[in-house]
């Protein structure tokens, strides 16, 4: 029995050797088998990576829809723009509202509230916290805590090297200069960038450090910068290709770094002949970011790329090639202008055009800025699209049309209701509404007239003393000639 027993056992066995396919089992993929695996993630992450990519590049910008407008090119980039930077107009725009993390592109902004709020020889000292932030992997010059370079050198070491505890001590120290600290500095950060018309950014650093809190878009950016520009101290930064920091209280030794941005390099195959400066930024969060100025010796041009997983360089050159062929100055002066302008404040105003378009073909929209003194903000639009912007003094009819304010005396009858005499409150109201020179002006000739009318009646009163003393005494005179002749009669 146990021999049959064991022969039926054998031939189950090799039943089921013959019909289960044979399979190895591990606790964990083996070698072969992890590389085999992680080659075929791998393949299908890069594929998502690609169409990602591929549909971000066949995104039409918006300006191609613009009718009468060229057509512009496609790019990576998932937001991009090119604006001029003195009139504002926008003459290519892809997403250029969408907000996207903007890493060491940060750094202009930084360095635009530093120009603004010191100087070249003030001191900037490395904090602790300054130097902590950093990881291996940060862009850094190697500053120590407790070390101290000039505000010049700091701002070489931002826009050229990128240095992040740079930029966090600077923001530090003038933050002190401001009567507060680090957070007093990225505060300013928001409150500039908001002034400068930015709608789309929040900013939490000075550096750009990956904070899902801390972003901004590309028409933000391109204001941002076209700010910065009016500075030379910038412009001689930013074209900077070298530059060495000289020793420090703690260091003996010098520190030399180079420019990051490609297009500034002869020698370099991105190399773009009107560049003047710009900024480079990438976190794996934001992708490459890229911001550019350039100048062909008649227009002045920012562009900016966000999230570009392309070639960033290669998407700016594209867009300002495009924009340098297609588009040129017309003078305001060549258009009529509106009748709601009085003049323009500008010296030789502009709006860029397509090469196939003129000054009829132009709109415009008014912003009035300050009632009482008339002023306004002209945006010139072509087809819908904003082509420049000018600051002009509009007409007193046109304000008060808009807004009820006028700087015109107005003589109505006395409010019996309110027992208030409009005639003196439309005065008053019109003598506040002048400008402070105005009215002191005017109150010193006001003084010299009353002055003058004081002087008047003490000089008529007098005189008429004068008369009424001299004719008392002509009458007293005369009465005692009569007395005497009247005492020899009686005699």
């Not at 289960?20 to 085999?36: F, K, L, M, W």
Request: with cysteine; aromatic share 8%.
């Amino acid at each position: 029995m146990g021999i049959a027993l064991k022969r039926m056992t054998a031939v189950l066995l090799l039943i089921m050797m013959i019909i289960i396919p044979v399979s190895d089992v591990y606790a964990e993929p083996q070698a072969g088998q992890t590389a085999e695996m992680g080659h075929a993630a791998q393949e299908t992450e890069l594929s998502d990576f690609e169409k990602q990519k591929q549909a971000s590049y066949e995104t039409v910008p918006e300006t191609n829809n613009i009718a009468g407008w060229p057509e512009g090119p496609k790019v990576y980039g998932n937001s991009a723009i090119v604006m001029d930077m003195n009139s504002g107009a926008i003459l290519y725009g892809k997403k250029i509202d969408e907000k996207h993390y903007p890493a060491s592109i940060t750094k202009l902004l930084t360095v635009l509230i530093a120009l603004e709020n010191s100087d070249p020889d003030d001191e900037v000292l490395f904090s602790q916290d300054s130097i902590d932030i950093l990881r291996s992997d940060y862009a850094s010059i190697g500053m120590r805590p407790n070390e101290i370079i000039s505000m010049k050198d700091a701002l070489y070491a931002i826009l050229l090297a990128s240095a992040n505890e740079v930029s966090y001590a600077v923001a530090e120290n003038v933050g002190k200069q401001m009567g507060g600290d680090y957070n007093t500095f990225i505060q300013t950060m928001n409150d500039r960038s908001g002034e400068l018309g930015c709608t789309g950014s929040n900013w939490v650093n000075a550096n750009g450090l990956h904070d899902e809190h801390h972003y901004t878009t590309a028409h933000d950016m391109a204001l941002i910068t076209s700010e910065l520009y009016q500075h030379e101290e910038f412009r001689t930064i930013a074209q900077t290709l070298n530059y060495t920091i000289g020793t420090t209280n703690l260091v003996n030794e010098t520190r030399t770094f180079q420019q990051h941005h490609k297009m500034l390099w002869s020698d370099n195959q991105n190399y773009y002949k009107y560049c003047t400066g710009g900024k480079t930024g990438y976190t794996d969060e934001s992708r490459t970011t890229l911001v550019t100025t350039a100048d062909n010796g008649k227009l002045q041009l920012v562009a900016v790329v966000l999230k570009d997983d392309g070639d960033a360089y290669a998407d700016t050159k594209a867009i300002f090639d495009y924009a340098f062929d297609n588009f040129s100055k017309v003078p305001l002066s060549e258009a009529d202008k509106p009748e709601e302008i009085k003049s323009y404040t500008e010296d030789d105003p502009y709006v860029l055009l397509p090469d196939n378009a003129g000054a009829d073909d132009l709109d415009y929209e008014i912003t009035i800025t300050d009632e009482k003194h008339a002023e306004g903000s002209i945006t010139f639009l072509y087809n819908g699209q904003p082509v420049g912007n000018v600051q002009a003094t509009l007409t007193a009819e046109y304000v008060e049309d808009t807004t009820g304010y006028s700087t015109k005396l107005k003589l109505v009858e006395p409010d019996t209701a309110s027992g208030t005499d409009s005639k003196e409150t439309n005065l008053l109201q019109m003598i506040a509404s002048l400008p402070m020179p105005v009215r002191i002006a005017a109150g010193s000739v006001a003084g010299a007239v009353l002055l003058l009318i004081i002087f008047s009646v003490i000089i008529v009163r007098r005189r008429a003393v004068r008369r009424r003393r001299r004719h008392r005494g002509s009458a007293r005179r005369r009465q005692r000639v009569y007395m005497r002749q009247k005492t020899k009669r009686d005699r």
